[in-house]
């Protein structure tokens, strides 16, 4: 077996999390090791494409002011780097008066003091100029910190850093086994094809792929609650006339509505004239075996997007061709826990606090990337003193939630993903 060296820190998957990971222990001077099993920037994991919402909108509390913060580290590493990966623009969530997820968000606005308007189905049309049709019944919540993110240009922004601050990156090396050293201390880490790496700690940052990893070089002992879920995302022609009305230039916000499916997308930017409107939700899948699902024409996708029609032509009128369908379909795979709070924990087990560990982002953490990168590097580095500093950061993330309920973290509002997976099954 070839040993290629010695590193502070060893940074296993190089999505986002992952390479905001390294680039952070570099920066902090930290002889860091990035590796990644298929090629770098592929499209087979959850941090591809060429849009992501930012928002600081969440029904549970513990997330707002970590989008707060995230969102000045986003503006850190473009100045760092010298161009933009993040757009800005405005937050409308909408959805039913009484619904439980919309109320507990619009409370914590309020509670973190979030810049924010509440307006009836009259007064939203105010505030855009493109129409957003909605019910009487129905409220909308305009937030000022709201957005478009460039995943894959986001990603090479982090690893681009992280190489600046004398990072090494490897990519198609797929991990095989993670074992601590007991004559040195430390993690040693083991490729399929034979290569070997030392560790003074390691970060796990493997996406859809984490559980299994952890499975497998724990011998089976340690399962990780996390279900890879196959998604797609659909971008729809803005019909001629109306093609100005939807961008991020004219200030067209990006959204979410809450109901029965959750919907959300984001204004015309990436593509000419296209908008994306998606459904938050998929289905369960093996990550080495996906189905692809949404561009199969299979029954699933079919319900999929009729309901997309439906909401399109509900809200949007006659601005967005919705008759004739979506005209680019994407796939991508979320990493869902239980209660889809991320996990972000010292591994345990023989490992102790050398190895930690980060997944479960559950198709809303891309956003968060630039904290958690530097929470992962704070354990990594820190350990356990660093864990109880930031224990308000970190406590409803932490493994052993699920020890005492398999559902994780208790919520008074609506599971929005199981009830899209519902309608796809």
């Known amino acids: 077996m070839e040993n290629l060296g010695r590193f502070d820190v060893i940074v296993i998957g190089a999505g986002v999390m992952g390479s905001s990971a ?16 298929f ?71 309020k509670k973190h003091t979030l810049n924010h308007q509440i307006l009836d189905r009259h007064r939203v049309k105010e505030h855009f100029t493109r129409k957003i049709e909605f019910p009487e019944d129905w409220i909308a919540v305009v937030t000022e910190l709201g957005g478009v993110l460039k995943p894959t240009k986001a990603v090479a922004m982090f690893q681009t850093l992280a190489i600046k601050h004398g990072a090494v990156l490897k990519d198609k090396t797929e991990i095989v086994d993670l074992v601590s050293d007991k004559h040195n201390g430390g993690v040693l880490v083991s490729s399929r094809s034979g290569e070997q790496f030392w560790g003074r700690k390691c970060v796990v940052t493997a996406g859809a792929w984490v559980s299994k990893l952890i499975q497998k070089v724990s011998n089976g002992s340690m399962v990780l609650p996390i279900q890879p879920v196959e998604t797609a995302v659909f971008y729809w022609k803005i019909k001629e006339g109306h093609e100005l009305d939807y961008t991020i230039e004219a200030g067209f916000p990006s959204f979410a509505s809450y109901g029965e499916p959750y919907i959300y997308g984001t204004p015309a930017l990436e593509f000419p004239d296209l908008i994306k409107v998606a459904v938050h939700g998929g289905r369960e899948c093996d990550p080495d075996k996906r189905t692809w699902w949404a561009a199969t024409g299979s029954e699933g996708a079919t319900m999929v997007i009729g309901h997309l029609k439906e909401w399109i032509k509900l809200r949007f009128g006659d601005g967005v061709n919705w008759e004739d369908g979506p005209v680019i379909t994407q796939s991508c795979l979320y990493s869902m826990t239980p209660d889809e709070d991320y996990i972000i924990d010292f ?43 930031l224990d308000e950061d970190i406590k409803h993330f932490k493994l052993g939630r699920f020890e005492g309920n398999p559902r994780g973290n208790v919520k008074e509002f609506e599971d929005q993903v199981r009830l899209a997976l519902g309608r796809q099954s």
């Not at 952070?24 to 001077?29: E, I, L, P």
């Not at 591994?347 to 990337?369: I, Q, T």
């Open 22 to 37: 390294a680039y952070q222990a570099a920066k902090r001077g930290q002889k860091t090791l990035l590796l990644e099993q």
């Open 39 to 109: 090629d770098f920037l592929h499209y087979r994991g959850s941090s591809h494409g060429e849009s992501r919402t930012i928002r600081a909108t969440y029904p549970e509390s513990y997330y707002s002011p970590m989008v707060v913060e995230s969102e000045k580290l986003w503006r850190e590493a473009e100045s760092e780097i010298g161009y933009k990966v993040y757009f800005k623009t405005r937050q409308l969530d909408l959805g039913p008066v009484d619904n439980s997820s919309l109320c507990a968000l619009i409370a914590n606005c």
């Open 347 to 389: 591994l345990g087990g023989g490992f102790n606090e050398d190895v930690v560990v980060a997944g479960g982002f559950s198709g809303h953490g891309f956003k968060m990337a630039p904290l958690v990168g530097r929470i992962l590097t704070d354990l990594a580095i820190g350990g356990k003193a660093a864990a109880e500093q």
